[in-house]
């Protein structure tokens, strides 16, 4: 690994996940201003009053096929590992993937904020 920074606004970025991890993905992005698309059955509060606000895509379904597709930035934050490794089996070398639950099916890794 070789760590960098990078301006993540300028990326299409996608979270698989509604809960606790998703959220502290999605808040992290939002501050640094972006704005993610979020797939999951089930959303926290946070990122419903988000959405409310303007601030979140939220698609209100499970995972499909495709649904990485026009992505350059992917965190699977999801506790269903079937639903991580098809987003894993869809995936390509030129996304930048963080598989929150799995450090080894990622090639990217995020810290906690450098200000």
């Known amino acids: 690994m070789y760590p960098i920074l990078i301006d993540i606004q300028q990326f299409s970025v996608l979270v698989i996940g509604g809960g606790r991890i998703a959220t502290r993905k999605v808040c992290g992005l939002i501050e640094a201003g972006v704005k ?3 797939i999951a059955p089930n959303f926290s509060d946070t990122l419903l009053t988000a959405k409310k606000s303007g601030k979140v895509l939220l698609r209100e379904r499970s995972f499909q096929y495709g649904d990485t597709t026009g992505f350059q930035v992917i ?3 999801t506790d269903n590992p079937a639903v991580n490794q098809a987003v894993l ?3 390509t070398p030129r ?7 799995n450090q080894s099916n990622s090639n ?7 200000k």
């Open 75 to 77: 965190f699977i934050c």
């Open 108 to 114: 990217f890794f995020n810290m906690a904020w450098i």
């Open 36 to 38: 993610p698309t979020v």
């Open 89 to 91: 089996n869809e995936t």
């Open 95 to 101: 996304q930048l993937v963080n598989d929150t639950t």
